[in-house]
């Protein structure tokens, strides 16, 4: 069966998250209405503020990061049309489950160094790439064994040879990708992690 890479029905999605991602920027970046140091994830301050866990992802370094999550999001977007997508809402409803599983993935690793090595970590996160990561691992197991519903709703995602080629070389740059300074390893790890968890729903 062809691909047809022209405009689908499901691109709204895309679309909108694209969209979000760029006002954001105009408004942090560009011109200044909001200060990014209040909608970081930062881990001391979650408890009072959890508004954190979304923003957070809503929000970029430099304009270089929101280009390569831009980047993410029509890589995705490719992956899902090759893999037969078949939902108006799944790429939104992922990225608000996933905003949550990461965050809770996190919590739990900065829970064990504190509980079992008395470290608390200090920094402050930004950026949608772990969202785009666990996109990555999602993707990367819908390629190997379809995944036709999600959450109870159908997606009709097949397996596909080419695709997982593809996930699998884009899988190993970013790992190389994250060890570079300045990089989330943590995040983008936790971001696989979270999607390959919800392949298994």
Not at 122 to 145: E, H, K, R, V
């Amino acid at each position: 069966m062809p691909f047809n890479n022209s405009i689908s029905k499901y691109d709204w999605q895309y679309i909108v998250s694209g969209f979000i991602l760029i006002s954001v920027f105009i408004f942090t970046d560009l011109i200044g209405v909001f200060d990014k140091e209040y909608f970081y994830f930062v881990p001391r301050l979650i408890t009072d503020q959890p508004y954190r866990i979304f923003t957070s992802i809503l929000i970029h370094a430099d304009l270089n990061h929101l280009l390569s999550n831009l980047g993410g999001i029509i890589i995705t977007r490719y992956f899902l049309m090759r893999l037969g997508i078949e939902s108006r809402f799944f790429y939104l409803k992922f990225i608000l489950i996933c905003s949550f599983l990461n965050f809770f993935i996190i919590w739990v690793y900065e829970k064990i160094l504190s509980y079992f090595f008395n470290v608390y970590p200090n920094y402050a996160a930004l950026g949608f790439s772990g969202i785009i990561y666990a996109l990555f691992g999602f993707l990367l197991l819908s390629s190997f064994y379809g995944k036709i519903y999600f959450l109870g709703k159908k997606i009709g995602l097949k397996s596909n040879y080419k695709i997982q080629e593809m996930s699998k070389t884009l899988c190993l740059i970013g790992l190389i990708f994250s060890f570079l300074p300045g990089v989330s390893l943590l995040g983008h790890i936790s971001g696989f992690v979270a999607g390959c968890f919800l392949f298994l729903l």
